[in-house]
């Protein structure tokens, strides 16, 4: 037995050699992390119950909507209005219900795992899963007892192979595409894109199918194609990138809801403006209900970096082109896209410290200072970004942070921040870094937000017109990062915001906090 067994090796052994070479290796990544969020007074109020004021003089009729809990909206007849014309109940506090309470705990848990197919070094298939946001003590997401979560999702599934005889490489799938050091567009993406490493230049041309949920029916369809030059060299660095978003018939872009990143919100409204973009739903400074043809957004972008040991110093800028027209009815706005927006800093290095300065503008909308909704035959002056587009982290608060969790935004939309688009808002910060121990350190900045366009900020019941301002708030942000064991980090948290008039449109804004830590590995 013994003999034929080791024949049969024999044999198996001579033909794995003389097979051709189709082996392939697989290798796997990831990133675990487990949070503890408690997020206070984000809604800029702390009494959820807003008297009604409706019957107030003058009070237009979508500032009442916000402060009734169901409310009766009215058409304008007047041409070019953009006021709200529907019937129902509305979200209001940020995102969270008009009876919901201003504070948010929650512990969860996440886990992305990355397996790698590689044939060769020209090709390879990559798949990327996600398990979570697993909150604890939550059926529907697979925390509470007894567990069994069935939230996996596949959030990369693509294949990358180089194309021989040039030096061009493809990626198609679902992928994850960053431009512009994320102020374009950074997300997971359904593409193609070739990419040409011709050192010191690359050079990407890529088309992302941003949105086709008719196959039938190409109105609602939403495609962009973008051409990214890369410059490196030394010391210097410089990306230069035009996207082209053809919008079809939705109100992508536009519609300043629909880029909102709300998941973590309970709100519905939002959420559905968020995952379809075809309409203009109730809650912004444009009229609920309009829809749009001819959607075209053109974006331009330039980037310049400088770095040596001791210092590095950054200018993005990003200006929008194109039009789209709206509808209300058979009444037609014809809208150029205006907005821009202009990030700069830099950091220096001394010993175990860091300084750092830095700041952003991005340009706001025309709110007229009667209705407080959108000027008659305004533009989109307002900065806009493509479809599914999000930010980079910046602030605590305001900004994603590190916990990355539920950012505040004007509730008719005049101004957002991290997760939707950064518009009407700028900010400036003052940081610093201390590497206390080899592993452990302290960091803590200062930020200040406010509006380029003043916004409303709430209503005069005595001279029965609405408030503007565009002081948004003070911002610090303090925090603690310990190695704990082979790559295992921990995070602790601080961050209070004293707020100004323009953080929300109610009267006597509470100032908002944040308390929390995460674990967090990567392998």
Not at 47 to 71: G, I
């Amino acid at each position: 037995m013994k003999k034929y067994l080791t024949m049969v090796v024999a044999v198996l052994a001579v033909a794995a050699v003389a097979l051709p070479a189709y082996a392939f290796e697989v290798s796997w990544g990831g990133v675990f992390r487990t949070r503890i969020i408690s997020d206070n007074y984000f809604s800029g109020t702390d009494s959820p119950n807003v008297p009604t004021v409706s019957a107030q003089p003058n009070v237009p009729n979508w500032y009442a909507a916000y402060n009734d809990t169901v409310v009766s909206y009215t058409a304008s007849t007047t041409k070019g209005k953009f006021v709200p014309n529907q019937t129902g109940a509305n979200y209001n506090l940020k995102g969270y219900s008009p009876k919901s309470s201003d504070h948010y705990n929650r512990i969860d848990t996440r886990a992305r795992f990355y397996m790698y197919v590689t044939a060769s070094e020209n090709l390879r298939v990559v798949t990327r899963y996600e398990i979570g946001d697993v909150t604890w003590g939550d059926t529907a997401s697979g925390g509470e007892v007894h567990a069994d979560g069935r939230i996996v999702e596949v959030k990369n599934c693509f294949i990358q192979f180089n194309v021989p005889q040039t030096p061009v490489q493809a990626t198609v799938g679902v992928q994850g595409i960053a431009l512009l050091h994320s102020f374009l567009i950074d997300n997971d993406y359904s593409a193609a894109v070739l990419s040409a490493n011709l050192n010191p230049v690359k050079v990407q041309l890529g088309y992302i199918g941003a949105q086709n949920e008719d196959a039938f029916h190409q109105s609602n369809d939403i495609n962009d194609i973008y051409l990214n030059v890369d410059y490196n060299n030394g010391p210097f660095a410089a990306t230069v990138v035009g996207f082209y978003q053809d919008g079809h018939n939705t109100t992508a872009s536009v519609d300043p809801q629909n880029n909102i990143y709300c998941t973590q919100f309970p709100d519905t409204t939002t959420a559905a403006a968020s995952g379809r973009a075809s309409s203009i739903l109730p809650g912004s400074f444009l009229a609920s209900g309009l829809t749009a043809k001819n959607n075209n957004l053109f974006d331009l972008g330039i980037a310049m970096n400088y770095k040596l040991d001791w210092m590095n110093a950054y200018v993005n800028f990003l200006k929008n082109f194109g039009s789209v027209d709206l509808y209300d009815g058979t009444t037609k706005y014809s809208m150029d896209y205006k907005g821009w927006l202009l990030d700069a800093g830099g950091n220096a290095f001394y010993g175990p410290y860091t300084f750092s300065l830095q700041g952003f503008y991005a340009t706001g909308p025309d709110i007229d200072k009667t209705t407080g909704q959108l000027k008659d035959g305004a533009n989109a002056d307002w900065f806009v970004q493509p479809y599914g587009g999000t930010t980079v982290y910046t602030s605590e608060l305001m900004g994603g942070g590190i916990l990355d969790n539920n950012s505040p935004f004007h509730e008719n939309y005049q101004w957002t921040s991290y997760g939707g688009v950064p518009s009407n808002l700028f900010g400036i910060s003052l940081g610093a870094a201390w590497q206390a121990l080899p592993t452990t350190k302290l960091s803590a900045a200062y930020w200040y937000f406010g509006n380029p366009n003043d916004v409303v900020s709430g209503y005069n019941t005595t001279t029965g017109k609405l408030k503007f301002d565009s002081s948004v708030g003070n911002e610090f942000d303090f925090y603690v990062t310990q190695d704990i064991v082979d790559g295992l980090k921990l995070d602790l948290v601080a961050a209070y915001m004293i707020s100004g008039n323009a953080y929300s449109m109610y009267n006597n804004d509470p100032n908002p906090y944040e308390l929390g830590a995460r674990i967090q590995w990567s392998f």
